[in-house]
């Protein structure tokens, strides 16, 4: 079904900066970036690229936008999207910084998921966090969230980030594969208010093979999240997986794991991020309409499992 966009409005470049590596965006579904993690901040927020992004958001074009950006994927369900017949207060017009900051610029972690790397990076020599703490100063009374991590674990990559955070007025979201949250908890307890745990898999076998991790830990680590969440300590509990060839079977498992925890099931569309060739990415990436078992994937997207608590995201 085609949808036109242009009867809706994307929030993100007008309230988000997402740094990636050492480009800045305005969301991370962007193709574009408004500039580097050496640039002022404040002046590429408000910088020429920054106005054209907005203005091809404003005009519905969303010709920098990624065809797999889950928000798009999803529209016109996405509660993400405002309708613009809807908007009654242009607050998107009147923004004069960032409300909502994405940190994905060390991938220092205890992982190395064939999805992520081809190997395991425990230090990240190129960035100590020096920088993001600069930016962090230097816009922390515009701020009302951070979101710590994306290809890292922030338990590792982002400790000293996540302190000097604590002494800030913000809340923290927190994307980890969940191995070190008991562990580390008592460091972060009183600013993250969201958790986002990658799994990618409803079974041990699966997990082996998509995350190497220890199973036994990871569901001693998901209780404790649970635990954190029935204790009103934190007010979002989401489990990630990445469809993949390998899991996609598993999704339905998945979705019941993550309810037994109170948590959302959210699954993203496996992206290459270099780690595959060409041939290797086509013959794992099941949402690709051409990909052999793909009309099977959608069959089991029609089950009613999928309706509640769960984001598809750009799956569907």
Not at 77 to 100: A, C, N
């Amino acid at each position: 079904m085609s949808v036109d966009k242009s009867q809706f409005l994307c929030p993100s470049p007008f309230i988000y900066i997402v740094i990636i590596g050492d480009k800045v965006f305005n969301c991370q579904w962007l193709s574009k970036p408004i500039g580097t993690i050496d640039d002022d901040i404040e002046e590429i927020w408000n910088g020429p690229v920054a106005h054209e992004i907005r203005q091809s958001i404003l005009n519905g074009s969303y010709k920098f936008c990624k065809d797999t950006c889950p928000r798009l994927c999803q529209l016109p369900k996405t509660t993400w999207m405002l309708r613009k017949d809807e908007i009654v207060d242009p607050f998107y017009l009147t923004m004069s910084g960032p409300q909502h900051m994405h940190l994905d610029t060390n991938r220092a972690c205890n992982l190395h998921c064939p999805a992520c790397r081809v190997e395991r990076i425990t230090k990240d020599k190129r960035r100590e966090c020096v920088r993001e703490k600069e930016i962090l100063t230097q816009i922390a009374d515009k701020l009302e969230v951070v979101s710590v991590c994306g290809s890292g674990e922030p338990f590792i990559a982002y400790m000293d980030v996540i302190e000097f955070l604590s002494t800030k007025d913000v809340k923290i979201k927190l994307a980890t594969n969940g191995l070190l949250l008991k562990k580390h908890w008592h460091k972060v307890k009183n600013k993250v208010t969201e958790i986002q745990i990658s799994i990618d898999a409803a079974t041990p076998e699966t997990y082996a093979k998509n995350r190497g991790g220890d199973w036994e830990l990871l569901h001693e680590n998901l209780q404790f999240a649970y635990d954190l969440l029935a204790q009103k300590k934190i007010e979002y509990l989401c489990f990630v997986m990445v469809v993949q060839q390998n899991n996609w079977r598993e999704m339905k498992q998945f979705v019941e794991m993550s309810h037994r925890y109170g948590a959302r099931a959210q699954f993203d569309r496996l992206m290459n991020w270099g780690t595959f060739t060409p041939e290797q990415y086509r013959s794992l990436d099941v949402v690709d309409k051409d990909h052999p078992e793909h009309e099977q994937l959608v069959a089991l997207l029609t089950d009613p499992i999928f309706q509640k608590d769960t984001n598809l995201g750009n799956v569907q």
